[in-house]
Structure formats: structure tokens, C-alpha cells
């Protein structure tokens, strides 16, 4: 009786730890990451699809996620061929060789009125750097949906063409080192 009592206990602390923490997938097809990249001149944006991910919750906080980016699928919000086969090329994103972007979430703060600080790493070209930022979250009736704007250094992923940290006397053809990613994600 003893025995049956103990296994009873245990089985049943481990079914609220796995109750405690939830495990979401992303809907890939209802994702949006949009991506805007300046110049001296101006700016460039675009869209770009999550290829897969998921998100693991618990306590009102962020446990961890792995998100896999599609790099094949840059588009232009202007229609230039030219420059999404730029960024699709050595100079920039290299997608032939690395036709995959990953990000992975490690941890956040628990989320306040909505919004919490997450922290993980982000792995461009084979390069893997943390970064850090802001996600807001909202409850629909099509899932939990969160908001991020992520500011990437692509310098420090060995994406430097056009940097004038890297370049001098590049003038107006000078192309900011920080792109943004904006996170329209959804998790069911």
C-alpha cells in the first residue's frame, strides 16, 4: 500500500510540473517577420517566413523557443528582383550555403501589463550572438499572439557589405550596420 501510495504522489507531481509548462507551436502561415534595412539615402524593407518554431511557457514567462527562419524566401516590399537577389547573395545572407536563420530563446522576465524582456541567440550565416529585446503578448481567439521589434548588428554576423564600419569613403552608399526585424507571431 505503501508503494502504490508513492508511485501515486510521484506520478502526480510530475503531471502538474508537465501541466506547469506549456509547450506552443507557431502558426507558421499566419507569422509575419518583416525586416527593414537603412542607407544614408534611405531604406529597404521586406518580408521573410518562419519555416518552424515553438515556444515553451510557464509561470508567465518564456522558458525557451527555437524559431528556424527561412532565408530563401526575402521578398522586397518595392518589387526589386535585383535587390532580393543581392541579399540573397555572398555579400549579404549567403542563402545558398546557409538557407536557414535560427533563433533561440533561452529565458525572459515574466510578463508585465503585457510585456516582458527576452533574452536568447540568434544564429545568421552560421554565426551565433545573443541579443535581447522587448516582446509584448495578447490573447485572441485564434491563439496567443506576441509583438517584437529585434534590432540585429549584421556586422557581427559577417554581413558587412556597404558598412562603413568596415569601409571608408563609402559616402551615400554607406547601408546602416542595424536592421530590424519585426515579430508578428502567432502560438496555438
Same mark, same amino acid.
Given at each position: 500500500m505503501k508503494k502504490a501510495f508513492i508511485v501515486l504522489a510521484f506520478s502526480t507531481l510530475i503531471f502538474i510540473n508537465i501541466e506547469a509548462q506549456q509547450k506552443l507551436t507557431a502558426d507558421v502561415s499566419k507569422t509575419k517577420l518583416e525586416w527593414l534595412g537603412e542607407k544614408v539615402t534611405g531604406k529597404h524593407d521586406g518580408g521573410i517566413s518562419l519555416q518552424s518554431g515553438w515556444l515553451s511557457l510557464k509561470d508567465n514567462k518564456i522558458q525557451s523557443g527555437e524559431f528556424v527562419i527561412d532565408m530563401t524566401t *526575402?521578398? +522586397?516590399?518595392? !518589387?526589386? &528582383?535585383? =535587390? /532580393? @537577389?543581392?541579399? !540573397?547573395? &555572398? &555579400?549579404?545572407? @549567403?542563402?545558398? !550555403?546557409?538557407?536557414?536563420? $535560427?533563433? /533561440?530563446? +533561452?529565458?525572459?522576465? %515574466?510578463?508585465? !501589463? @503585457?510585456?516582458? +524582456? /527576452? $533574452? @536568447?541567440? =540568434?544564429? *545568421? $550565416? %552560421? /554565426?551565433?550572438?545573443?541579443?535581447?529585446f522587448k516582446a509584448a503578448t495578447q490573447k485572441k481567439d485564434d491563439g496567443n499572439w506576441y509583438f517584437a521589434n529585434i534590432v540585429v548588428d549584421r556586422t557581427k554576423y559577417n554581413v558587412r557589405y556597404g558598412s562603413g564600419s568596415f569601409f571608408d569613403n563609402l559616402g551615400d552608399k554607406t547601408i546602416y550596420d542595424d536592421f530590424n526585424i519585426k515579430v508578428s507571431l502567432l502560438v496555438k
Open positions: *526575402i521578398t +522586397s516590399n518595392e !518589387k526589386l &528582383d535585383n =535587390l /532580393v @537577389g543581392h541579399l !540573397k547573395s &555572398d &555579400d549579404f545572407f @549567403g542563402v545558398e !550555403k546557409f538557407p536557414t536563420a $535560427k533563433l /533561440v530563446l +533561452s529565458e525572459s522576465t %515574466g510578463f508585465d !501589463k @503585457g510585456t516582458a +524582456s /527576452v $533574452k @536568447g541567440n =540568434l544564429t *545568421i $550565416k %552560421g /554565426v551565433t550572438n545573443p541579443v535581447e
